[in-house]
T-cell receptor
Framework: EPEVTQTPSHQVTQMGQEVILRCVPISNHLYFYWYRQILGQKVEFLVS????????KSEIFDDQFSVERPDGSNFTLKIRSTKLEDSAMYFC??????????????FGNGTRLTVT | DQQVKQNSPSLSVQEGRISILNCDYTNSMFDYFLWYKKYPAEGPTFLISISSIKDKNEDGRFTVFLNKSAKHLSLHIVPSQPGDSAVYFCAASEGDDKIIFGKGTRLHILP
């Protein structure tokens, strides 16, 4: 079964540094998402992306965050200047569209980001 | 602002018995509900869903019940198996581009 793959599985960075989290969605999917889960808390929506633009974003997704689909296969999340509170598990997801009943979200295994 | 609430952080059930995971929501605009299962070191995996126009959806051992008037849904797993031990997330959508997750319930299936 096709999978969403994320790299790296664990990223450690110093506060103030830029990080890029990478994802390869399922190849025929059209909608792409980033979610995060701070340890012990719920999975939170960050941003959705369709047709090469952001379709929706949460309050968490401020100017420090950006997403890009640079080459038609990768989908990246960039955090410009990391803060301690950005430490979390970041999940990429994709779906084929047509509503969640037709195409539920498929998640990757996540990238654990640790900001020191 | 918890729009999707899973009030039981954990639940232990004997193997072979029924597991019932509960979820409450506050947003009456939600029209689609999903359950995801998550093992350690893996992303959430879609399990089953239900549209707000239905009150029950069944898929093998998994059944989701929706009570719109009570803004409550539940996931029934019967019979429970050891491989069902995982964290279960209730999630909901307004039909837009995002789904809102609850905090999850850790299910332990006891031998």
């Amino acid at each position: 079964e096709p999978e969403v793959t994320q790299t790296p599985s664990h990223q450690v960075t110093q506060m103030g540094q830029e990080v890029i989290l990478r994802c390869v969605p399922i190849s025929n999917h059209l909608y792409f998402y980033w979610y995060r889960q701070i340890l012990g808390q719920k999975v939170e929506f960050l941003v959705s992306f369709y047709n090469n633009e952001i379709s929706e974003k949460s309050e968490i997704f401020d100017d420090q965050f950006s997403v890009e689909r640079p080459d038609g296969s990768n989908f990246t999340l960039k955090i410009r200047s990391t803060k301690l509170e950005d430490s979390a598990m970041y999940f990429c997801a994709s779906s084929g569209g047509g509503g969640f009943d037709n195409s539920p979200l498929h998640f990757g295994n996540g990238t654990r980001l640790t900001v020191t | 602002d918890q729009q999707v609430k899973q009030n039981s952080p954990s639940l232990s059930v004997q193997e072979g018995r029924i597991s019932i995971l509960n979820c409450d929501y506050t947003n009456s605009m939600f029209d689609y509900f999903l359950w995801y299962k998550k093992y350690p070191a893996e992303g959430p995996t879609f399990l089953i869903s239900i549209s707000s126009i239905k009150d029950k959806n069944e898929d093998g051992r998994f059944t989701v019940f929706l009570n719109k008037s009570a803004k409550h849904l539940s996931l029934h797993i019967v019979p429970s198996q050891p491989g069902d031990s995982a964290v279960y997330f209730c999630a909901a959508s307004e039909g837009d581009d995002k789904i809102i997750f609850g905090k999850g319930t850790r299910l332990h299936i006891l031998p």
